[in-house]
């Protein structure tokens, strides 16, 4: 039986190895996609992916299958029965970030038609490549990332710290930052 090497960070966990075999630095370029990601991203801020990945499904349920327009209409009483739901994580500032974010995330999709073309205008629609050998190289936060946070808080994205955008970034593929002796590696690098 051949021995497949892959990042460390999934560790035994059957979710985040599934995950990252078939999900992360894979280049995503629908928007739901990627409000998905950002928005899940936000909810993970001081907390594990883990926990997030493992809350998945009942976040997609609470939210309506991650559909930006209509999280962008809730109201109070939306948020009060997502504030009960023990399913996701239950923390108002977020709920209302999700909301602030779907009504931004519409508005730039107005401005350059879709989120895909501003967000991955930040590479030159092309995915950065990084060449990491261990696990402790991995930044959490870089000055790409700084720019793109910036930007998007000034289009009144909430949650979306430079360390949350370059989590996003990793999930999304906008940059590869699979270790090179992962097998994930070179197989996404030549997406």
Same mark, same amino acid.
């Given at each position: 039986?051949?021995?497949?090497?892959?990042c460390?960070?999934?560790a &035994?966990d059957?979710?985040?190895i599934?995950?990252?075999?078939?999900e992360?630095?894979?280049?995503?370029?629908?928007d739901? %996609?990627?409000?998905? !990601?950002?928005l899940?991203?936000?909810?993970?801020?001081?907390?594990?992916?883990r926990?997030? =990945?493992? %809350?998945?499904? *009942?976040?997609?349920?609470?939210? &309506? *299958?991650f $559909?930006f327009n209509?999280?962008?209409k809730?109201d109070?009483?939306?948020? *009060?029965?997502l504030?009960?739901d #023990? /399913?996701?994580?239950?923390?108002? =500032?977020?709920?209302?970030?999700a909301i602030?974010?779907? %009504?931004?995330f519409i508005q730039?999709?107005k401005? !350059?038609g879709?989120?895909?073309?501003y967000?991955?205008s930040?590479?030159n629609? +092309?995915?950065i490549n990084n +060449?990491?050998?261990s696990?402790?190289e991995l930044?959490a936060?870089? #000055?790409?990332? $700084?720019k793109i946070?910036e &930007?998007l808080? %000034?289009?009144?994205f909430k949650?979306? /710290?430079s360390?949350?955008?370059?989590?996003h970034?990793?999930?999304?593929?906008?940059?590869? &930052?699979?270790?090179v002796s992962? !097998?994930?590696?070179?197989?996404? +690098? *030549?997406?």
């Open positions: 039986m051949k021995i497949i090497s892959r460390p960070w999934p &035994d059957k979710l985040m599934k995950y990252h075999d078939e992360w630095g894979v280049p995503v370029h629908n739901r %996609k990627l409000f998905e !990601f950002l899940l991203e936000g909810f993970q801020a001081g907390l594990s992916w926990t997030i =990945l493992h %809350k998945r499904k *009942n976040f997609r349920k609470a939210f &309506d *299958n $559909d209509k999280i962008a809730y109070k009483r939306k948020i *009060n029965s504030m009960k #023990e /399913g996701i994580i239950r923390n108002k =500032l977020k709920i209302e970030a602030a974010n779907a %009504k931004a730039i999709r401005e !350059f879709t989120f895909d073309k967000i991955w930040f590479i629609y +092309k995915p +060449k990491f050998t696990i402790k930044p936060r870089t #000055e790409l990332s $700084d946070s &930007d808080k %000034k289009r009144g949650f979306v /710290g360390t949350v955008i370059y989590a970034m990793q999930a999304t593929g906008m940059v590869n &930052d699979h270790l992962c !097998f994930r590696y070179h197989q996404i +690098k *030549n997406i």
